[in-house]
């Protein structure tokens, strides 16, 4: 028979030939098995139904019904939604055949390669060719579309299979013939997606047929899926049909996929009608809120305009408290619900508008503006009420504020003129100093300005009684009494304070003589007194000298000082002999000296005690600059002893460190031979130990005697120790370096030669023979080995090589590159992809869905080391993968 489609098919792309020829397994040149044709024929033609009963017709005998190609047309227009060519209606066979190939071109059409199946076999009634042509229809417009995890067609379908039933026990769905048989996994598919429909822990896996049965009848009954298989056959079948299972439970996933459509739109209907009954609650709120308020400023305004006078201040101010607690308490709540009005206003418009709604229209009168033309006239009210109130106020205060303000001001000037005669009257200068006089003197003086400053208040006080007597104020009497005794009291004071002022005067002039001769005293006094307490603080001074110099100079210094000692007698005599003429001069005019010298408080007794314990001071400051000079000589004897060996262990340490810088850029004869000769390098080294010791202990010895310079060494105990630790550490780089490059070459299978020339190549860049490149000599040696680098990729190479951004590549990291670059690696990607997957393409997932999707241990083991999701879409035991993945992979890897 030719081939009707083959030529059509030739140009098909691979994608889709690959997938039908994967599924093509039909056997056709051998006869079905019974029991499978059986299967299938009852399956295909319950599955044909299921599309025609759309467009009101069915099958009864596939093989029959299918012949004239009119209903095979009418299904192919309800599974794929287009319009096929208009079918031929004659009885003829060529018409039937014309019909056929329609259908067929349609399935050519779509990318579906028919192998031997032509029209003239559909419409000769051939079972085996129509039911692999229904077959290859099911494959295309029922399975092909289905994709899970980058797998499509029979293995997407087995793969979303497999991860629905996974956390149900006795399913194990591995194909899609035996792993069916108990009826288990028909009945686990529906409990995962409506686990109200099946109670999946009454079932027993030992009853299959009453599993297939039930699974069966509830996928007709709630799920729209017609029974297309029947449980006997299933059962008495050693392996049941594949394609017969295929087809039956693709139905499972496209109903279960079209479930969401449903619920998403059963959603957005909830939506729409919550956000209409919060609109037409905030209206009905606006409205109340509205009328409140406009009430409230009706029953207000009458009693802000009410303008009664009362007769008192307090009346008055009775007045002011009423409409205080207005504006403090009554006002405030109302000025928030005014404001809460309007914002509710304009939130419900925006809303309105949001949702496509007609803007809000309050009834009449409450309006916003409406509302604000009421609060106007509330607040044009208020403020003329409280003018009103506060003129009242001002008005009846006047005449009290007269007397008050007299009152005041009298009792201020009555409690400043207490005790001021006593004051006056009294003889307190006879007994005084010349400074006490002088004093007083002044505190007259101030006194006199004083009074003088008060001669406004008496004028104020009596142009204050004037006016209210001119005001006819009731309580004049009083007021006029009160005047009268404060201007005569006034006139006593001024005679008072001259007679006081003369009296002063007159003594200032006896006790001015006395005085020149203690202020001479006490001038000469306080430099010596300073300069003895300043001698002996010197000679009680501790001292801290670090070297000879030091304390030479402070001896010179001391010597110093003794020289100036006979002068400084001289002078304490001086002072003494005018204390004496201060006594002579007393005696002889017979005036009594009232206490001590009024300029100083050094006496002639303090002056000679400090003099005699400086004295006794001197020797015993000459002891100790002495013993501190020899305690300085022993220092320096050990500063030499520790320079000397100083600098010949830090001679070594430098020449040591040279000698390993050569050896570890030179490397002669193998790493073997290498690494024993860098051993004994490093016994030689310990073996100078001993000297290090010795240096300690001559540092321990100056550390004791607190010596913190040498003048005789530039080297430090720490630098030295740091040397030392260097030139150990340097040792130990370089064989450990050595054993590194042992464990590459042996691990990395790099021969000497290789090594070798990796070794020849980087000494012969390492143009400062430091063991470590530059970037720019790094990049210099990459070029020399061939390669071709970008600022790109060189960059990505110093990211391997220099992690640390250094700047320097050592030879083990160069080594390192050299036999790894070229090495795959893994990255992240495909385990996000995976996770978004199972997370039903959420920046998240949940441990449910974790344990559902993954074999247990893995998915605990994911559980346990997830973080906490807190995205702005989290759910309650959401999960963050992509952190996870983070940590799987890396932060490069992403």
């Excluded at 009864?60 to 012949?67: A, G, V």
């Excluded at 099911?138 to 499509?152: G, K, N, P, W, Y």
């Amino acid at each position: 028979m030719v081939d009707y489609h083959a030529a059509n098919n030739q140009s098909s792309t691979g994608g889709v030939q690959t997938y039908m020829e994967q599924e093509n397994d039909w056997d056709r040149d051998l006869l079905l098995d019974p029991a499978w044709e059986k299967q299938q024929r009852k399956t295909f033609t319950a599955w044909c139904n299921s599309h025609l009963r759309k467009a009101g017709t069915q099958i009864d005998n596939i093989e029959e019904d299918f012949r004239d190609g009119l209903k095979l047309m009418l299904l192919l227009e309800v599974i794929s939604g287009e319009r096929l060519p208009k079918p031929e209606r004659g009885k003829m066979r060529v018409h039937k055949i014309n019909n056929v190939n329609k259908a067929l071109d349609f399935i050519a059409s779509k990318g579906v390669k028919l192998v031997s199946i032509g029209a003239e076999e559909i419409v000769d009634g051939n079972a085996k060719m129509t039911l692999g042509m229904i077959w290859t229809i099911i494959l295309r417009f029922a399975i092909q579309d289905i994709s899970v995890e980058e797998t499509s067609a029979k293995e997407g379908l087995l793969l979303w299979c497999q991860r629905k039933t996974a956390p149900y026990k006795n399913v194990n769905v591995q194909n899609f013939h035996i792993s069916w048989k108990d009826g288990l996994a028909f009945n686990a598919l529906i409990h995962r997606h409506r686990p109200d429909l099946i109670d999946y822990d009454s079932l027993r896996k030992d009853d299959p047929v009453t599993n297939l049965n039930n699974a069966f009848e509830v996928a007709e009954k709630h799920l729209d899926i017609p029974k297309m298989l029947d449980a006997e056959d299933i059962v008495g079948t050693l392996r049941p049909d594949e394609k017969a299972i295929m087809t039956y439970v693709s139905c499972f996933y496209h109903a279960f996929s079209g479930a969401q459509k449903a619920e998403t739109a059963a959603n957005r209907i909830c939506k729409v009608l919550a956000v209409n009954q919060e609109n037409e609650q905030m209206m009905e709120d606006y409205e109340k809120l509205a009328s409140d308020l406009l009430e409230w400023i009706r029953r207000t305004i009458p009693w802000l305009e009410n303008r009664t006078q009362e007769k008192t201040v307090n009346d008055m101010q009775a007045k002011q408290e009423d409409f205080r607690d207005y504006r403090c308490v009554h006002k405030p709540p109302k000025v928030q619900e005014k404001c809460q009005l309007e914002i509710s206003f304009n939130t419900l418009q925006t809303k309105l508008r949001l949702s496509n709604r007609p803007a809000f229209m309050p009834s009449e009168g409450r309006m916003v503006s409406d509302i604000n033309g009421a609060w106007h006239t509330l607040e044009g009210a208020e403020k003329g009420y409280e003018e009103w109130i506060l003129s009242e106020i001002r008005r009846l205060e006047r005449l009290e504020h007269l007397a008050e303000k007299f009152h005041q001001k009298a009792a201020i000037h009555e409690s400043w003129t207490d005790g001021k005669e006593a004051m006056l009257t009294q003889k307190d200068y006879e007994t005084s100093t010349l400074s006490e006089v002088k004093a007083l003197l002044r505190k007259h003086e101030a006194f006199e300005s004083d009074l003088a400053a008060h001669q406004d208040r008496v004028e104020q006080i009596a142009a204050i009684a004037q006016e209210l007597n001119e005001l006819d104020y009731y309580d004049s009497a009083s007021v006029n009494a009160r005047c009268q005794k404060i201007c005569d009291q006034w006139d006593i004071l001024g005679s008072l304070t001259q007679n006081r002022k003369e009296s002063l005067e007159r003594t200032e002039k006896q006790l001015e003589s006395i005085d020149e001769h203690y202020l001479e005293y006490a001038k000469r006094a306080a430099p010596f007194n300073n300069w003895m307490e300043g001698a002996m603080e010197d000679l009680q001074d501790m001292f801290i000298v670090h070297n000879i110099e030091e304390i030479q100079g402070l001896i010179t210094a001391h010597e110093q000082f003794k020289s100036t000692l006979a002068e400084a007698n001289k002078e304490r005599e001086a002072i003494q002999a005018i204390q004496a003429e201060v006594q002579k001069i007393a005696q002889s005019n017979g005036i009594k000296l009232s206490g001590a010298n009024p300029y100083t408080t050094i006496t002639p007794e303090s002056i000679d005690s400090k003099w005699e314990k400086a004295m006794a001071m001197v020797p015993l400051r000459d002891n100790a600059l002495q013993d501190e000079l020899n305690k300085q000589n022993s220092n320096d004897n050990l500063r030499a002893t520790f320079a000397t060996q100083a600098n010949t262990v830090g001679a070594y340490i430098q020449a040591k460190m040279e000698e390993i810088g050569r050896i570890s850029i030179e490397m002669n004869g193998t790493l073997e031979d290498q690494l024993t000769n860098l051993k004994e390098y490093q016994k030689t080294i310990m073996s100078y130990m001993p000297e290090i010791n010795k240096l300690e202990g001559y540092h321990q010895l100056i550390q004791e005697a607190l010596i913190f310079d040498n003048q005789y060494t530039s080297y430090t105990m720490e630098h030295l120790r740091v040397g030392w630790e260097q030139l150990l550490t340097t040792i130990a780089r370089t064989i450990n370096e050595v054993e590194n490059q042992i464990l590459t070459r042996d691990a990395k299978g790099i021969s000497q030669e290789q090594l070798y020339e990796y070794r020849a190549s980087f000494n012969h860049f390492d143009k400062k023979r430091s063991g470590q490149m530059v970037s720019e000599d790094f990049r210099a040696l990459l070029i020399s080995t061939g390669n071709s680098l970008g600022d790109s990729e060189f960059n990505r190479i110093m990211g391997i090589v220099d992690p640390n951004g250094s700047g320097a590549v050592t030879f083990q990291a160069f080594i390192d590159f050299m036999s790894t670059e070229t090495t795959d690696t893994d990255t992240a990607d495909q385990v996000i992809a995976s996770f978004k997957i199972l997370a039903a393409d959420k920046s998240f997932i949940t441990a449910e869905e974790l344990r559902r999707e993954l074999p247990p241990d893995q998915a605990e083991y994911c559980i346990a080391r997830m973080a906490p999701y807190s995205g702005p879409d989290a759910a309650p035991g959401a999960l963050d993968y992509m952190s996870f993945s983070t940590a799987l992979y890396g932060e490069s890897d992403l």
